[in-house]
């Protein structure tokens, strides 16, 4: 049975070079030279962190949310994309004692999740991992790319994601931005 | 960072006693005389099989629905509730591929799941289990206490779910039925 469960080690090496790692809220991450991802089979030795995620299905999109993002986003791995970002974050108990439509409108309705991030397509691609099921210490991994050229647009995502109702329930977020190594 | 997986095992001795397996689509899976629930780190020797499961947020369950739930349901743990099941089911990919709101369609509006297992509270109790994220062989496990006496309003609700169209995506299932040992 292959597992959908993908690993990122902070190690000696690595796919990326990590350029900064900084603690948004909650208990922070140990600093490293590189971030290695790859199954958990092949991890390098001594990691100083390594986060656990499965790329699963999606959640709260809509059927014609999924259209839209379908028709503009693009994969990770372009060779332009030489820089890119790890986002480990963690929502409150408040948040994950709320039923599925509770959550769904703080997600979409108030906070335009979805909507501001199809704003940034196709030049941010992401891959979001969830993590709470496998009792990791955070609930969520999401794995940006992108050219450097759209570092201040990165930015301006993570600002206005930031701002809203649903970040209240974020307890715990760190920002490890990367390049290709 | 305690783990919220749960392991339930196909062993020599157990919390519970076997008394069938049976295979209802789909692989099935090796008889034993116990079951086994606990966490990973106090697994019994030599099980037949293992199966992980993690207690998890409700997926489809609007804030009335959880309301109408919580006001008639029971825990588990009943000294009368001696029969029990554990049924893992796995989904197929077409299931997976359906965005959130088709998916809550199915179960709900077309299918009545909570519906049909709310007529059988407080009776039936039962605990969900999310293994899928775990890159599990199913995406599922849940299981049920009941008193004896209860065991035919048991064989029903699981007649009628099994008449639903959710259960149409359902690939594999595996009734294992137990009483207390």
Not at 57 to 69: F, I, K
Not at 122 to 142: M, Q, V, Y
Not at 164 to 171: A, L
Request: aromatic residues 10%; charged residues 25%.
């Amino acid at each position: 049975m292959e597992s959908r469960v993908s690993s990122f080690a902070a190690a000696a090496a690595g796919q990326w070079k990590i350029v900064s790692v900084r603690t948004i809220s909650g208990a922070g991450l140990a600093p490293a030279s590189h971030l290695w991802i790859g199954a958990e089979s092949g991890l390098p030795a001594a990691p100083a962190w390594v986060l656990r995620g499965s790329g699963s299905n999606l959640r709260y999109t809509t059927e014609q949310e999924v259209a839209g993002l379908t028709a503009v986003q693009e994969g990770l791995g372009r060779p332009a994309a030489s820089a890119g970002a790890l986002i480990p974050i963690r929502k409150s108990d408040a948040w994950w004692s709320l039923a599925q439509d509770r959550r769904r409108a703080i997600f979409e309705e108030q906070s335009r999740h979805i909507r501001i991030g199809l704003a940034y397509l196709p030049p941010i691609a992401r891959k979001l991992f969830h993590a709470r099921d496998l009792g990791e210490p955070f609930d969520f991994l999401t794995w940006f790319e992108f050219a450097p050229a759209d570092a201040p647009a990165f930015d301006r995502l993570l600002a206005e994601l930031r701002q809203t109702e649903e970040w209240r329930y974020v307890d715990r977020e760190v920002e490890i931005r990367v390049e290709r190594a």
